[in-house]
């Protein structure tokens, strides 16, 4: 996006118009997946919600699909004020700081209970880092385990030697290494265009992800691993939300509430139905017991790395998932 776009989407953004006794605010929020997916089904739902809550005090514009900010370059959007609200998968923060990195870790957790309590235990240390860097964490939601979609078969580790491997972000491409495939960060909007100009023949992604982009398209087999479920969050420029009026701050954290707990709803609703449609459409597999092991041992190997990186809160983190 050009520079002079940005400059004037924040200058309206500032601009605070008075409507008899209501003055109205208007937010630009950057998010990085596409009106399709769940998530961001979700947010529209959230901004209308702070719309009726805040009585039409608080208008947020939503801009999917990467469309304002690239979706690494929005963290220091929000935080530097560009843009007063985004959307950004956790583990993307990884490189700043390892709380972020410890829902995509494969096998920690596989299911939405044990997902919910690992969240509890990470929370306070999400929401403390964004206050440090200036900004507040609103909600977060999971998406569907992770599994891996490709052209050829793979029935053990060594079938992913050299494959050109699909991966989001630091974390998902560490693992790719560890599994001897060769990575590229590859961001969701650029999935189909990625495999159809031969960079990629595999990817990790959900059910949900492959179900969007229509992943029979260009691959063949999906492994149903549930290796991990990372979550996406939602957080805003905190000196933007200071200077909100009481009223459409408390919407904010209202409607965020309410979204964090619909969203873990859609999160499992959207994993049966998504991964319904790749079994009529895909050659479906449970990855076979020596795929699983050989995953659980990169596991392994990522969560000790995982814990001395963060240290003694680790315990602290993993306490409710124990
Ligand atoms: N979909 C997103 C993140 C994880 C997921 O299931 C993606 O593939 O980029």
Known sequence: MRTSYKNLLVAAATVTISFGAVA??????????????????????????????????LKITVHPAQSLFKHPEIPRAVRTGQVEMGETIMSNLANQNPIFQVDSIPFLVTNYADAKK????????????????????IYAVPWPGQGFFT?????????????????YNSTTEKMATMMKAVPTTVEAVEIPQAFSAGIVDAMVTSAATGARTEAWTFSTYYYDTQAWMPKNMIYVNEAAFKRLSPKAQQAILEAGKAAEARGWKMSEEVFTKTTDTIKAKMQYRAPSPALTKELAKIGDLMSADWAKAVGPNAQKILAPLR
């Open 24 to 57: 109205q605010t208007k937010w630009n929020m950057a998010t990085p997946y596409p009106q399709a997916e769940f998530h961001t089904v979700n947010i529209t739902q959230f901004v209308n919600d702070v719309d009726k809550l805040s009585g039409g005090q």
């Open 118 to 137: 690992l969240w509890q235990g990470q929370r306070p240390f999400v929401e403390a880092y964004l206050k440090d860097q200036g900004m507040r964490f």
């Open 151 to 167: 052209k050829k078969e793979i029935k053990t580790m060594s079938d992913m030697s050299g494959v050109k491997f699909r991966t």
